[in-house]
């Protein structure tokens, strides 16, 4: 059974960082990718960020360019989301995600991110 574990959401204020951590676990995702995804209040789930388990190509959601930095640890099975000068918008609840094939098709059960002004 494939489980993908967030942890790292808080409260922060405006200008702070967070580090966000999802552990996989039961498969790995060779030749897919991990990623990011978050849903704020009232809005539709929007996707965040990206890494291919292969070769570590990143992709991320032109807002959160240059402040938001996803890496991944093949070894522990393990994505990361360093979330630098953060603001209000930037709250929601972020998922973990996963797949082998074009659809993100593993997720995780999210972890609250709020910033404050």
């Known amino acids: 059974q494939v489980q993908l574990v967030e942890s790292g959401g808080g409260l922060v204020q405006a200008g702070g960082s967070l580090r966000l951590s999802c552990e996989a676990s039961g498969r790995t995702f060779d030749g897919g990718a991990m990623g990011w995804f978050r849903r704020a209040p009232g809005k539709e789930r929007e996707y965040v960020a990206s890494?291919?388990?292969?070769?570590?190509?990143?992709d991320y959601l032109n807002s959160v360019k240059g402040r938001f930095t996803i890496t991944m640890n093949n070894a522990k099975n393990t994505v990361y989301l360093q979330m630098d000068s953060l603001t209000p918008q930037d709250t929601a609840i972020y998922y973990c995600?996963?797949?082998?094939?074009?659809?993100?098709?593993?997720w995780g059960r999210g972890t609250q991110v709020t910033v404050s002004s």
């Open positions: 890494i291919t388990w292969y070769d570590g190509r990143t």
């Open positions: 995600a996963a797949r082998t094939t074009l659809t993100w098709s593993y």
